[in-house]
């Protein structure tokens, strides 16, 4: 059993930093790759930012620049900082960890419930 749990959400206003983290826990042998998607109302969910074990990163049109990942390996943890912060940004964010088991001869991608982050003056 896998559990991932984000936490870090709330409401902030334009402009300002919010940090999102997220853990997760269980049989756990490696984790590929740790990624945040979003999804806002009355929209897909969206591709925010990923990251591979070895660090390198990638990150959506609409974020480059102002948000950052960052991972804890020790700790199978990511981390989303997010810097000026727009009302577009609204949305429930949700973590995606790609990873192996043990139990399978395969990857499989695992979710978090999702945490509410409000842009809102």
């Known amino acids: 059993q896998v559990q991932l749990v984000e936490s870090g959400g709330g409401l902030v206003q334009p402009g300002g930093p919010l940090r999102l983290s997220c853990a997760a826990s269980g049989s756990i042998v490696s984790i590929n790759v740790m990624a945040w998607y979003r999804q806002a109302p009355g929209k897909g969910r969206e591709l925010v930012a990923t990251?591979?074990?070895?660090?390198?990163?990638r990150y959506g049109d609409s974020v480059k620049g102002r948000f950052t990942i960052s991972r804890d390996n020790a700790k199978n943890a990511v981390y989303l900082q997010m810097d000026s912060l727009k009302p577009e940004d609204t949305a429930v964010y949700y973590c995606?960890?790609?990873?192996?088991?043990?139990?399978?001869?395969?990857?499989?991608?695992?979710w978090g419930e999702g945490t509410l982050v409000t842009v809102s003056s």
């Open positions: 990251i591979i074990a070895g660090g390198s990163t």
């Open positions: 995606n960890a790609n990873l192996h088991t043990g139990q399978l001869p395969y990857a499989m991608d695992y």
